[in-house]
């Protein structure tokens, strides 16, 4: 296949480079600054720099920028897409641009599938993206409208590249199940670190500290654009974080053993039914 990736930062990069490792397809790459496209050139994560003429043969255009931007450059891009092409977002947050996405698609003629790769790191850009970066992790889909052939087409390239499970969603249920898996832990991550006793936690912290904090490395511009697009379900999450923190909050100032027992072992029996 020729696949256009437009967006080379940690994502859009690494599956560049996975695309190359794990199957034949030639791959153009698109960036709104040189110097990745100059990295990605110099490791052979792409084939060609990309630009309109792409577009034009493309068998898979990958969007690996933010969800306003990816919304904006299929929308200035539209008339030069090729219409057997399948359209990819990588955005964290479905519900906003999708049917923004899906109606592009119907208007110019090529498809469109939601795509959401489960992967990651907390630092960003081409240089820390890595062929393996989706080693069994999970793929998630939003067929929406989008013909079979075209689903069946991102899902076997999924596969392909390491993916370990394909899930299929709606942008509703996405969005509602991210701002839990996802969006939580960082706003979670953020809240903790904001407290004065972090900066002088060496020497008393070990694997908690770490665990928690990790992800308070955060990308700001992207997360907060992906926070308020997911705004409702979010706030939700927060609002059940806070009561649950409540509950344990109000058993230790109580000093009620009995109580706070019973919320570490009802806790406790949550994560060990899952098994992971």
Known sequence: MKIVI??????????AKAIKKYTDSYVY???????????????????????????????????????????????????????????????????????????????????????????????NGFGVSEADLFQDASAILIPGMAPHAAVERIAGLCRKIGFGRVVYSTPEEHDRMISFSSQLPHVIACAYVFSPNC????????????????????????????????????????NTMIDNLAQIRDGIEKGDREELASLL????????????
């Open 6 to 15: 437009a967006g080379l930062g940690i994502i859009g990069g690494s599956l």
């Open 29 to 123: 790459g698109m960036n709104r600054s040189p110097e990745p496209l100059r990295q990605a050139m110099e490791c052979g994560a792409i084939d060609e720099i990309g630009g309109t003429e792409a577009l034009r043969q493309a068998d898979v255009l990958i969007l690996g920028i933010y969800p306003e931007a990816a919304v904006e450059f299929v929308r200035r891009h539209a008339g030069d897409i090729n219409k057997d092409c399948v359209v990819i977002d990588t955005a964290g947050i479905k519900s906003e641009i999708c049917p923004q996405l899906a109606a592009l698609a119907e208007e110019h003629g090529f498809s469109y599938v939601g795509f959401h790769p489960m992967a990651g790191k907390e630092k």
């Open 199 to 238: 900066p002088k936690h060496k020497g008393f912290s070990a694997g908690s500290y770490r665990d928690v904090s990790r992800v308070a490395s955060i990308n700001a511009p992207l997360w907060s654009e992906l926070f308020i697009e997911n705004k409702k379900p979010l706030v939700q999450e927060i």
């Open 265 to 276: 072992l009802r806790a406790k029996l949550i994560k060990e039914a899952l098994g992971e």
